[in-house]
């Protein structure tokens, strides 16, 4: 019980902060908070499949910008309000998941290998598809998400509005890591051998996962094109798929807040560093390496180890 | 009456190597059959085969006299077949308890709930609880599996494949690399089984398996070399040769 009263009291307090930002923080810092938990939201997605169903997914950006592109052009091109442009880059991101999922047939290292040749299909549309999409420029001119003639225009309403998504996919994630499905895919994580013998249809139940990780990921590709108000062939890169996955990494793979502490960790050094500092690629690199060397359950891991002891099994053998 | 399990000239090649070479043999309803051999005889081989692991390369499988040769694996355990693994096969970073809601959700529909916790199951985690009472782990229902003993992951070993509720039990060497004290309990929860639960056993523990089987297989080189009673399997001189080894 002790354990559990110690994560509602952390929940709470995180959620009255995340409240209380817009009141002490300026523009800049606004900005960087809401990409935070956007970014967030997509590391959560890719955390998904590594955390909890041991599958690396490296096409993440993909569900995340096709969602962007297709609200971006619905809205943009063909002037369709956000009631209709966000639904659909929501279904858009998430039918490409329902086809992509085929992935999960494979296994390991082609797993990886084919999320990667996925993922650049996407961006290779985006980018050279330039009549559709805009090509390098992308979609500019996104206008601020507006429903029922009520807009969502000003930076602090904006940010209220993220923040309150991020916290129901928390919440919705939190039940669906804890219900009996959530189990099977550590299940599968363990021992898919084992799984098998035990009745489950293991490809299937990855395959589900897939598609609840492309949701996920295109609900952040969504809130992302109306917070960046324009969208271009990087959202799509492999860069940003191998980012989010570090972010979940640094944070804490196989937790809820681990992907959104890395998210701030990432973004919030490379804020920093990059003012100063050419190679703040390279400082990133040495982030994650010490990650992976000192703290490889990331930071939350990290400050599991020195809470002080609440009878909790640490000693492993 | 229909056997509960009926292998039919069942093969297996691994390029040259005849694994399983042609065995058929029938495994009547409440049986406790035992598989021995020396090693590489094949009997894991086999064991694959019939549980669907792998695929045979020639012969059948019959299950209560349901053709289940080409069954994907998931599909014959909700018909009824549980087995263990050799190596120690258990989810290492859950609870005992979660381990074997894993088996008790695994053969219905409760396994593809996504919007409920497990703890909103009470039905499971009682389940669970008197599955592992039954193992003899009950005080660690909450531990992770990592803090156990080898000892004990072989008996939650056991437990997995019992909360599947299967009809047929395979074992593959139950007691494999387990102290004389250890082997005794596994050997006594096994005994303890109801007798409506057929069961099949590799073992290479002499005392266990005979101790334990109705009718007794002996394999070597991928064939049946001779079948019967414990007693008719231990006089047989080809077997006391190719098994109990000769001086």
Redesign the interface.
């Known amino acids: 019980m002790k354990v559990r009263s110690y994560g509602v009291v952390m929940a709470l307090i995180a959620i009255a902060a995340a409240l209380a930002a817009p009141l002490v923080a300026d523009p800049f810092w606004m900005t960087l908070i809401t990409q935070i938990y956007i970014y967030g939201l997509l590391a959560l997605s890719v955390d998904l499949l590594l955390g909890h169903a041991g599958l690396y997914s490296l096409c993440q950006a993909s569900f995340f910008a096709v969602a962007a592109y297709t609200t971006a052009i619905l809205q943009v091109r063909y002037g369709y309000p956000t009631i209709v442009a966000a639904p659909a880059g929501l279904i858009a991101g998430t039918l490409l998941a329902v086809l992509y999922g085929s992935a999960v047939r494979t296994r390991g290292v082609y797993f990886i290998l084919i999320t990667i040749a996925l993922g650049y299909i996407i961006w290779g549309a985006v980018y050279r598809w330039a009549s559709f999409t805009g090509g390098d420029n992308g979609i500019t001119n996104v206008p601020p998400p507006s429903v029922a003639g009520f807009s969502i225009a000003s930076q602090t309403a904006y940010y209220y509005f993220v923040l309150t998504v991020v916290i129901l996919c928390a919440f919705g994630y939190r ?2 890591i ?7 895919l ?2 599968i ?3 898919e ?10 490809t299937m ?1 990855l395959y ?1 996962a897939f598609v609840i990780s492309g949701l996920i990921a295109s609900l952040a590709g969504v809130l992302y094109v109306y917070y960046n108000r324009f969208i271009n062939p990087v959202a799509a890169s492999f860069q940003i798929s191998v980012e989010v996955s570090l972010m979940a990494i640094v944070g804490g793979s196989g937790t809820i807040v681990g992907p959104f502490i890395g998210a701030g960790v990432f973004l919030g050094l490379r804020n920093w560093v990059s003012s100063f500092f050419e190679l703040h690629t390279a400082v990133m690199g040495a982030v994650f390496i010490a990650t992976v060397l000192w703290a490889p359950s990331g930071i939350v891991g990290l400050v599991e180890r020195w809470r002080p002891g609440i009878g909790k ?1 640490k000693d ?2 | 009456m229909t056997a509960a399990v009926a292998i039919d000239s069942l093969a297996k090649v691994f390029g040259g190597l005849r694994a399983v070479d042609r065995v058929s043999l029938e495994v009547a309803l409440g049986e406790r059959r035992a598989l021995i051999g020396p090693n590489g005889a094949g009997k894991t081989t086999l064991f694959h085969c019939i549980t669907g692991r792998m695929q045979p390369s020639s012969g059948s499988v019959k299950l209560f006299g349901d053709d289940i040769t080409y069954l994907p694996e998931h599909q014959r355990t909700k018909l009824g077949m549980g087995r263990t693994f050799q190596i120690t096969n258990v989810f290492t970073d859950l609870s005992l308890a979660e381990n074997l809601a894993l088996a008790i959700v695994g053969t219905d529909r409760r396994k593809w709930v996504w919007n409920r916790p497990l703890s909103a199951f009470p039905a499971v985690r009682e389940q669970a609880l008197a599955g592992l009472e039954a193992v003899g782990l009950k005080d660690r229902a909450d531990d992770p599996v990592k803090l156990l003993s080898y000892g004990e992951r072989r008996q939650l070993e056991l437990a997995l494949a019992l909360n599947t509720h299967p009809k047929v039990l395979f074992l593959d060497e139950p007691c494999a690399g387990l102290s004389p004290s250890e082997r005794q309990r596994i050997f006594k929860m096994i005994r303890a089984l109801p007798r409506e639960i057929t069961l099949v056993m590799i073992e290479h523990d002499m005392d266990v398996a005979l101790g334990l089987a109705d009718r007794v297989t002996v394999m070597n080189r991928g064939r049946v070399m001779a079948e019967g009673t414990p007693d008719e399997v231990q006089s047989n001189p080809e077997v006391r040769d190719v098994y109990f080894g000769h001086v």
Do not use: C, N, V
């Open positions: 039940i669906l804890r219900s009996p499905f959530g189990l099977s550590r299940g994580k363990g021992s051998s084992r799984m098998q013998s035990l009745g489950y249809r293991t139940h589900a099994p492993q053998p």
